[in-house]
Structure formats: structure tokens, C-alpha cells
């Protein structure tokens, strides 16, 4: 039982590149959820999805994207990175009173 | 809209003395509350949560939050610190009983405040 699980660890991108965030749960959660975290900043919402087939933004959702492929797995797309995409990405999963959260991908646009 | 406040960006406390680490929240109804911890490099790991019932909710590693709902607050503490609860802790909430759609498990987190306790 993995619980939530994120790849890659770490991405070095340069501007302009793009790139997708994987995300898969195993805990047969409705919800999911990607937020990125920057120092003196907290953690903020990006993109959930509630349920398959259903996707919502969140309090920064500018130039990305998101997939959910199916119940267990939720993918962030940068289309095109700009060095304020550098951050640190949790990908959650969880039900209405606890949310579980992946390692983390380390992302620097350059 | 829903918002939490941790007003000290840093703690510093003796190992062995009692530490409190505060938050205070705004919902629109009653809330759900939780505290989560992330050490270097890693993922935030559940700490506790108050749903509803006693004030006082117990957790992991011997931490316990004290929820006041005339003071709209939720602040973590623990009567004895060890080196090892040096991270950063966060605060979050969501409202009880939000408007429908699907954002209704969101969850909003607070700034995250950086314990660091003293040998």
C-alpha cells in the first residue's frame, strides 16, 4: 500500500519547456488535489478534482493544466514554464477530514 | 471564503520545556481543523484534527491542539519538546458546512511555522 506516490522527485526544466507531473493513489479516494508550496507562502491550491471525470481550479491555477485519467491517477501539465513555476509540488488525496500527500516533486525552471 | 493565520513565522523553545505553536481560523460556518507537520525534504504527515466533540484532540507523537471557537483559535502544544519535533508545522481548515459544489473538501492551509527546539 503506497498511499500517494509523485514523479518524478526532482525536474530541472528551462523556460518555455513543458512538462507533466504524475500523481497516482492507491486509497481509493473520490478527491485529489495539487498544490504547490513556495517559502513564506504555505501551501496553495492549484487544480482538484472531486470525482473522475471532473476537474476545478483552485486559488493558482495560471498556466497549468490538469488530467484526471482515471480514479487513481491526476496529472499537472506545465505547458510552457516560467522560472515562477520554480516550487515544490504535492500532489493529495483524501476524503473530507484528511487529505494524504505525496513526497513532493522539486521543480526549477531556469 | 475561509482563511488561517499562523502569526509567528519561527518558534524556538528548550528541549524539554512545554511548546505551543498557534493558529487562529475564519470560516463561515463551524470548521474542520488540522495540524500537519513536514520535515526537510519530505511530504506533510497528518497530525491531528478536530472535527467535532471534545476541545482537547490528542495526537501523534504526543501533540494535542486546544480548540476555542470564541477565539477562533487551534494552537498545537506539547508539555515536553524533544530535538526531534524541530519542522515546520502547518494549520488548516475547511468549513464544516460549505456552499455545495465540488471544491467543498478543500482544504486552506496557514503560512507554516518553524519549530526549532534547542538541546
Known amino acids: 500500500n503506497a498511499g500517494v506516490t509523485q514523479t518524478p522527485k526532482f525536474q530541472v526544466l528551462k523556460t518555455g519547456q513543458s512538462m507533466t507531473l504524475q500523481c497516482a493513489q492507491d486509497?481509493?479516494?473520490?478527491?485529489m488535489y495539487w498544490y504547490r508550496q513556495d517559502p513564506g507562502m504555505g501551501l496553495r491550491l492549484i487544480y482538484y478534482?472531486?470525482?473522475?471525470?471532473?476537474?476545478d481550479k483552485g486559488e493558482v491555477p495560471n498556466g497549468y493544466n490538469v488530467s484526471r485519467l482515471n480514479k487513481r491517477e491526476f496529472s499537472l501539465r506545465l505547458e510552457s514554464a516560467a522560472p515562477s513555476q520554480t516550487s515544490v509540488y504535492f500532489c493529495?488525496?483524501?476524503?473530507?477530514?484528511?487529505?494524504?500527500f505525496g513526497p513532493g516533486t522539486r521543480l526549477t525552471v531556469l | 471564503a475561509q482563511s488561517v493565520a499562523q502569526p509567528e513565522d519561527q518558534v524556538n523553545v528548550a528541549e524539554g520545556n512545554p511548546l505551543t505553536v498557534k493558529c487562529t481560523y475564519s470560516?463561515?460556518?463551524?470548521?474542520?481543523l488540522f495540524w500537519y507537520v513536514q520535515y526537510p525534504n519530505r511530504g506533510l504527515q497528518f497530525l491531528l484534527k478536530?472535527?467535532?466533540?471534545?476541545?482537547l484532540v490528542k495526537g501523534s507523537y504526543g501533540f494535542e491542539a486546544e480548540f476555542n471557537k470564541s477565539q477562533t483559535s487551534f494552537h498545537l502544544k506539547k508539555p515536553s519538546a524533544l530535538v526531534s519535533d524541530s519542522a515546520l508545522y502547518f494549520c488548516?481548515?475547511?468549513?464544516?458546512?460549505?456552499?455545495?459544489?465540488?471544491?467543498?473538501?478543500?482544504?486552506?492551509f496557514g503560512k507554516g511555522t518553524k519549530l526549532s527546539v534547542i538541546p
Open positions: 493529495t488525496a483524501g476524503l473530507y477530514n484528511e487529505q494524504f
Open positions: 486509497m481509493n479516494h473520490n478527491s
Open positions: 478534482s472531486a470525482s473522475e471525470g471532473t476537474t
Open positions: 470560516v463561515s460556518g463551524n470548521p474542520y
Open positions: 478536530y472535527i467535532t466533540g471534545d476541545n
Open positions: 488548516a481548515v475547511r468549513d464544516m458546512s460549505p456552499p455545495s459544489g465540488a471544491g467543498s473538501y478543500q482544504l486552506t
